[in-house]
């Protein structure tokens, strides 16, 4: 008998009719109603509306991390944010698998993403500086045609290798951006490893039962607000609920074994031995070695900026590798650069550090993202990252990790450590000015900013984001809006690249009728106070404009400011008034702004200098302390009104 193919061609036809695609399951959908949209949450892009994380680890710590999330897209910049999901991994250690990816449109209508949309390769920033790195890659889910009231959901299975034997760790931020629902966070392991955990920055429910040879955790979260973002804040990290769970209770034992994995990396080959013997010959001092060495690591290895958690403990590569190579990602460079300062004869040691956000001592992890040199100095440690290759001859020091916890990696082991506050006065900069003033009323200034420590690394990173016509641009309409006639007639930078060499920016300005003639009396500003020809000036000026803050405000270090203008005046005045003085100290802060003159022989004067200091005296500003900056700010806005008022001798 002959089969009908009617059957076969209704079936096809179903498949292909719009109305006969698959729905959501009804749970699902009850969940993303109950969520609400942008009525309850008009500061939110999306809600994560379920978020569960399962995690076994085994005795020998390796673990399996299982996620299921659901996330409702409340708006178009949810949509944009949300088309991918990345999910970053070392091929040595782990793997990512994605078992499940789908959008669910807001009538229910579920659309499956295509195994062509789930890729797998290296890493897009390895990718971008042809770098062939293999093993850092990342797998990445697209979702096609987001629309807003649509949702997401995927799961994802993340296997990992243990980094150091019998250890298990993690820390997990649990609020981000935009709103939980729930969240929620199960462990299992050995009891023979015993999990030790810790809540950061809010309350949790926990639950803990113990079952055969395995413990069991479990934490909840529900309805976790969102982190509204606030200019200059600290990381999430630092302010968001987090948890970290730990089976090391001894930061000393994961800096040893650390250690017998970099131990054996930190050697000088013959080509490295005949490099560091061309860079230090005839250098007799300690300190001009070591700015050698780093100066040559810093501006010969390209640094592979590859941000990834536990990234610092995984295995580098042999120092001799990065320096046939030329690039590296942060442990490679660290391990590169001790080597060298050894063979130099300067004992060096590789320290982990996260430059972003606070390292919690009190649970021991294998969160630390970045990897930068300590040479010892006597009782105490100097810090210098060498994958900068802003570092100059004035920023030998890593001074945006002052106060910050690190970890030593020494044979042996090392417990967490402090490192030394670094004072304000280390990142100065400096704005120098040297104003004539014509008999007929015009201005003219040459003014040169320059800095030491953090402030030259500022200096240097703007010259190297732009060309020298864009940055005279820049530097003619900000003058011209704060002085209105002012003309940038000349403009200059040193070389970002020449690493001996101080970043400093050089102006020459010319003002006409820049005085207001009153009969008998001159009227004037000062150029830099009424300029603000201060980049960090402009800088606190703009992250201060917020009435109150939530959270903390990251400087980046310990910084100040000094100002410097010498106004020479034409011959046949004195001085009726100056400005006020105008001193300050509070908190971290202190500041002042003060005018002098320089009279000459005959009583009349000859100059006068305006001086301008602002000192900040720690790299992260509490919501109290932000609100001393804003006084303090007003404090220097009112130091700027004041004029200079001079009166015409007769004759």
């Not at 919501?623 to 015409?648: A, C, D, F, N």
Request: aromatic share 8%.
């Amino acid at each position: 008998m002959r089969k009908s193919l009617i059957p076969g061609m209704v079936a096809v036809l179903l498949l292909a009719c719009p109305g006969a695609a698959q729905q959501a399951p009804q749970d699902i959908l009850v969940l993303l109603a109950e969520a609400g949209g942008t009525d309850e949450y008009p500061d939110a892009n999306t809600i994560t509306v379920r978020n569960i994380v399962d995690i076994e680890y085994e005795s020998s710590g390796a673990f399996e991390l299982r996620t299921h999330e659901l996330v409702k897209l409340l708006t178009i910049k949810g949509c944009k944010d949300s088309r991918e999901a990345k999910f970053p991994y070392h091929r040595r250690y782990g793997s990512v698998e994605i078992p499940m990816a789908r959008v669910i449109k807001s009538d229910g209508t579920i659309v499956r993403v295509d195994e062509d949309d789930i890729t797998d390769g290296t890493m897009a920033m390895v990718a971008r500086m042809n770098i062939f790195e293999t093993d850092l890659r990342e797998r990445v889910v697209t979702f096609p045609n987001l629309e807003p009231g649509d949702a997401i959901e995927y799961e994802m299975i993340l296997r990992f290798t243990p980094l150091i034997k019998h250890h298990f760790s993690q820390e997990m931020r649990l609020q981000g951006g935009d709103p939980v629902e729930y969240v929620e966070v199960r462990i299992t392991g050995p009891k023979k490893m015993p999990l030790h955990y810790k809540i950061y920055n809010g309350d949790i429910d926990y639950s803990f039962r113990a079952e055969g040879r395995k413990n069991h955790h479990r934490w909840v979260a529900r309805d976790v607000e969102q982190i509204l973002p606030e200019t200059g804040m600290v990381s999430r990290s630092d302010v968001a609920l987090k948890l970290a769970v730990s089976t090391d209770t001894s930061w000393a034992s994961l800096s040893n074994y650390t250690w017998k994995r970099y131990g054996p990396k930190i050697k000088a080959n013959r080509r490295i031995k005949a490099k560091v013997k061309e860079l230090v010959d005839g250098i007799e001092t300690r300190g001009q070695r070591i700015r050698a060495i780093q100066h040559y690591v810093s501006g010969t290895v390209r640094y592979l900026g590859v941000a990834m958690d536990r990234g610092a403990f995984i295995e580098p590569h042999k120092a001799s590798y990065t320096f046939e190579k030329n690039y590296g990602v942060c442990r490679d460079v660290s391990v590169l650069t001790v080597a060298m300062l050894q063979e130099a004869g300067i004992p060096a040691e590789v320290v982990f550090v996260n430059p972003q956000k606070h390292t919690e001592p009190e649970i021991p992890t294998l969160s630390f993202m970045h990897a930068v040199v300590a040479i010892p100095e006597g009782s105490a440690y100097r810090y210098i990252d060498p994958t900068l290759i802003q570092n100059t001859a004035m920023v030998d020091d890593a001074h945006y990790i002052s106060d910050m916890n690190v970890l030593h990696v020494v044979e042996g082991g090392a417990d967490l450590r402090k490192v030394p506050h670094s004072s304000p006065e280390k990142s100065l900069g400096q704005t120098v000015a040297r104003s004539v003033l014509d008999a007929d009323g015009t201005l003219r200034s040459e003014v040169s900013i320059l800095g030491i420590g953090f402030y030259d690394l500022i200096l240097r990173l703007i010259a190297s984001s732009a060309n020298a016509g864009e940055m005279k641009l820049f530097w003619q309409e900000f003058l011209s809006g704060s002085l209105p006639g002012a003309e940038l007639v000349a403009f200059e930078t040193t070389d970002p690249s020449e690493l001996d060499t101080a970043m400093r920016y050089d102006f020459s300005v010319q003002v006409e009728d820049h005085v207001l003639d009153a009969e008998k009396y001159l009227l004037m500003p000062n150029l830099l106070a009424r300029t603000n020809l201060q980049i960090l000036n402009l800088m606190f000026k703009n992250l201060s404009e917020l009435p109150e803050r939530i959270y903390p405000m990251q400087l980046g270090a310990p910084m100040g400011f000094e100002e410097t203008e010498t106004l020479v005046l034409p011959p046949g005045y004195t001085v009726r008034s100056l400005p006020d003085k105008v001193a300050l100290t509070e908190g971290p802060f202190r500041m002042f702004a003060q005018y002098t003159p320089e009279m000459s022989d005959e009583g009349t004067v000859k100059s006068i200098t305006y001086k301008r200091r602002l000192l900040v005296d720690d790299r992260i500003l509490d919501p109290e302390e932000y609100r001393i900056l804003k006084r303090i700010m007003r404090e220097l806005e009112r130091s700027t009104k004041g004029e200079i008022v001079l009166v015409r001798n007769a004759g």
